[in-house]
């Protein structure tokens, strides 16, 4: 991935190639955290690679006249050893961050920060969800909520696929970590995708078990025509004959 111009082997550009998005998914998700991270996509062309940073707030991302971005731009560009103009970084604004289990993981680290209920959090982000169109939801929350016992709570509203192909395209899964007082919670977030034929607002991919019953249409009469009567009165002759 870096712009170092020498042969590699397959197994050890695979190998770079996700150390590279690792690594780079992990500085943007704590540099853009407060903007809705929702995750990045590189694209490697011949001329240059292209990273793409997916987010719910695309303003604060590019920053005043786009200063942000190029800031980040050069920094990345510096750690991965790239040259002059062979990277660049774009913000891509997400349709429905209902729908974007990171950015809902998000929004739920940083009401717990803020203070609110861990209960009330988990409903108030289950409700937003639900109203977005979602299939199902289903959030955890393990750590010491109350007391010094450490405990596991799950919220679950909807229908939700837990095993089989269909959970690799329908359901989207966010795990966060939020430091408080009396300790680390972890947060885990998976919304179940609707079905979508435009890709846009949900799976594009239909689900194998889901069978669309279509009623059937109803029968005309079709008038005959005189062509028609003369053939059959042809034939009524013939037989008699």
């Keep these: 991935m870096a712009s170092s111009s020498t042969v590699v082997s397959k197994k050890r550009k695979f190998v770079a190639d996700g150390l590279f998005f690792a690594e780079l998914n992990d500085f943007l998700r704590r540099e853009l ?7 990045v996509e590189v694209r490697v062309t011949p001329s240059r690679t292209e990273v793409v940073i997916r987010a719910t707030r695309t303003k604060n991302v590019l920053g005043e ?13 510096k750690r991965f050893n790239f040259q002059e103009g062979s990277i660049e970084l ?3 604004r997400i349709l429905n961050r209902g729908l974007c289990a990171a950015a809902q993981a998000e929004s739920l680290r940083y009401k717990l920060l803020g203070g609110l209920a861990v209960r009330r959090a988990c ?17 955890i929350i393990s750590g010491k909520l109350r007391g ?4 596991s709570m799950k919220f679950k509203d909807g229908y939700m696929v837990k095993s089989g192909n269909p959970v690799d395209h329908y359901v989207d899964v966010a795990v966060r970590s939020v430091l408080l007082k009396q300790g680390v919670l972890g947060i885990k977030v998976a919304i179940m995708l609707p079905y979508d034929p435009s ?4 799976c594009a991919t239909p689900q194998a078990d889901i069978v669309t019953v279509i009623e059937p249409k109803d029968e005309t009469q079709h008038p005959t025509t005189k062509n028609a009567q003369y053939s059959r009165d ?5 037989q008699h004959a």
């Design 148 to 151: 010094q016992r450490a405990k």
């Design 33 to 39: 955290s407060e903007e809705g991270y929702a995750g």
């Design 90 to 92: 774009f913000a891509e």
């Design 123 to 139: 409903y108030g982000v289950l409700r937003f969800v639900m109203e977005s169109k979602a299939k199902g939801l289903e959030i």
């Design 234 to 238: 042809g034939d009524n002759q013939q």
């Design 199 to 202: 890709g846009k607002m949900g």
């Design 65 to 77: 006249k786009g200063r942000r971005i190029r800031e980040l731009t050069a920094v990345v560009q």
